[in-house]
Each structure stands twice: as structure tokens, then as C-alpha cells.
């Protein structure tokens, strides 16, 4: 999101994904995210991530922006929910990486242990 659309992808992670009802995505934002509410209500990047959302959904959508109140559930933020994601992605690919002979062999030689594994963009080779 940060890198399609850079102009509202801070203000969208402050918001809070709260429905999808009849075609309508609900995205609610705390009293304290006013910032973040009254930037995304603008009718530009309403309309880009309806687009966004169309895309994904294969239908089209509207965006409704509300002010959480105190009686709605408590919840992540989109940007809690992505950091929770990329932690589990993290976990996930530090154990793969344990599980590889290879790997394995280097740490019995060397007796230590992954503290983080990381992925490199593979080149495209032009043969």
C-alpha cells in the first residue's frame, strides 16, 4: 500500500478496518486519529481506495470513514495488523531457515544460532 499509494497509506494504517457490508467497506478511526480521519475523507484517496478495494474484491466498493466511539469493540489498526503479519512472516522464514541442512550443519560447526534471517531480491538473469 505504502508504495501504490504513498499519499494516504499513513493515514489508512491509523484507521481501524471495522466492515463489509452491501458492498460498503467501513474504516473507523479514533478521536485521537483525527488527522488520519479527516485525510482520508477526502474524496481522492476515498476514491482511489475504493478502487484498491475493487480490485481485490472484484466488485465495486464504496468507503465510508466514521469516528470510533467508545461503545464499538476495541481493535487493531491496519498498521498493528501488518506489523503482527510481518512478525509471523519473520518467525515463519527463521524457522524454515533452521530446518535446512545446510544451515543446520553451519551451526553443529560453528555452535551458534540464528538471531535473524532476512530475504535478498533474486536477480533476473538475461540468458
Do not use: W
Request: glycine share 6%; proline share 5%; net charge neutral.
Amino acid at each position: 500500500m505504502a508504495a501504490s499509494h504513498p499519499r494516504f497509506a499513513p493515514y489508512l494504517e491509523a484507521g481501524r478496518f471495522v466492515s463489509l457490508e452491501g458492498g460498503q467497506v467501513t474504516i473507523g478511526f479514533t478521536k485521537q486519529a483525527a488527522l488520519a480521519r479527516s485525510r482520508m475523507e477526502k474524496e481522492d484517496n476515498l476514491l482511489a481506495l475504493a478502487a484498491l478495494c475493487e480490485r481485490q474484491v472484484g466488485q465495486p466498493v464504496r468507503i465510508r470513514v466514521i469516528e470510533l466511539t467508545d461503545s464499538d469493540p476495541p481493535g487493531l489498526t491496519m498498521a498493528q495488523v501488518r506489523a503482527a503479519k510481518e512478525q509471523e512472516q519473520r518467525v515463519v522464514l527463521l524457522e524454515r531457515a533452521r530446518a535446512n541442512p545446510v544451515v543446520k550443519q553451519a551451526m553443529d560447526i560453528f555452535g551458534a544460532d540464528l538471531a535473524a534471517v532476512r530475504t535478498v531480491a533474486q536477480k533476473e538473469t538475461g540468458e
